[in-house]
């Protein structure tokens, strides 16, 4: 064997060492972060939007929901971020501005299993609708675009809103959490 060849053969030793610890750490890190590499976006097509009315929780005028995300595909997706959510009346109408985004949780990647679930937590100010002068009207539904999607998902939803923007901020979102919270 001549020195060039040695060489290749050593390279190509060290090249698979660095490739497997590579490998393992990797492993690792995916184990520790439970979102593999592997793990593609979520899509609004694979996923249903709802809230449960009895999840309520609230003071001083404001009711938190958990809005919950259901995986309805054969396989676990990944998603992380904000939600954009809006109120729509019965003639599919934005009422109102869109949630506002609530800093309570740092943003992270969640992983939602084949038919899990992840929540954000959605706030509805009442006590903004009915003591400001925003014009209240009924809205039938929230129009919901998973964290960085452009496609909207419907969830049926009723609560009186505000049909006037400007500074009537009603709704708030916070980022995707893994698990439900109903």
């Known amino acids: 064997m001549g020195k060039p060849f040695r060489r290749l053969i050593a390279a190509a030793s060290a090249a698979l060492a660095i490739g497997i610890g590579s490998a393992a750490w990797a492993a690792t890190s995916a184990s520790a972060a439970s979102a593999p590499a592997t793990v593609k976006a979520c899509t609004a097509g694979q996923l249903s939007v709802w809230i449960s009315p009895d999840a309520l929780n609230g003071a001083a005028g404001t009711f938190y929901y958990p809005l919950e995300f259901t995986n309805h595909s054969g396989h676990a997706c990944a998603t992380g971020g904000y939600p954009g959510v809006s109120a729509l009346g019965a003639n599919g109408k934005q009422l109102g501005l869109a949630a506002a985004r609530n800093h309570v949780y740092a943003g992270k990647v969640v992983t939602i299993p084949a038919g899990g679930t992840a929540h954000a937590l959605f706030a509805y100010g009442n006590a903004e609708v009915s003591s400001s002068g925003c014009k ?32 009537h901020v009603y709704l708030t979102v916070a980022v995707i959490q893994p698990g439900t919270n109903i």
């Open 136 to 167: 209240p009207k009924t809205a039938m539904e929230l129009r919901v675009y998973p964290p960085n999607s452009k496609t909207a998902i419907h969830a049926f939803f009723d609560l009186p809103s505000c049909s006037l923007g400007g500074r």
